[in-house]
């Protein structure tokens, strides 16, 4: 089986920062795009930043300019720096990777737990 621990949430003051960790374990040939996705009390999830196995980026226009994403492809872990944080970033922030696990078996989407960011004074 594959698993995806995040870490690095919390609670932050407007204006700081956080920086999220994502690992992945088990079984694992290959990992192609990795993501950040938040999900806001009574709204939908939605995509933060996005990262492909060729290191090419996409944000959310919300985010732009204050969010980083990168990955460490030696040890499976997509990160997500976020600086200059606003209370409107406060949401639930889930991992996901395409994780193929084997030769010849089909990529599979993989999604971690989820760890909340709260930005309050």
């Known amino acids: 089986q594959v698993r995806l621990v995040e870490s690095g949430g919390g609670l932050v003051q407007p204006g700081g920062s956080l920086r999220l960790s994502c690992a992945a374990s088990?079984?694992?040939?290959?990992?192609?795009?990795m993501a950040w996705y938040r999900q806001a009390p009574g709204k939908q999830r939605e995509l933060v930043a996005r990262?492909?196995?060729?290191?090419?980026?996409n944000y959310a226009d919300s985010v732009k300019g204050r969010f980083t994403i990168s990955r460490d492809n030696a040890k499976n872990t997509v990160y997500l720096q976020m600086l200059s944080l606003k209370p409107e970033d406060t949401a639930v922030y889930y991992c996901?990777?395409?994780?193929?696990?084997?030769?010849?078996?089909?990529?599979?989407?993989?999604w971690g737990q989820g760890t909340q960011v709260t930005v309050s004074s």
């Open positions: 996901t990777m395409k994780i193929v696990r084997m030769v010849g078996v089909r990529v599979t989407d993989y």
């Open positions: 088990g079984t694992i040939f290959s990992i192609l795009a």
């Open positions: 990262i492909s196995n060729d290191d090419t980026t």
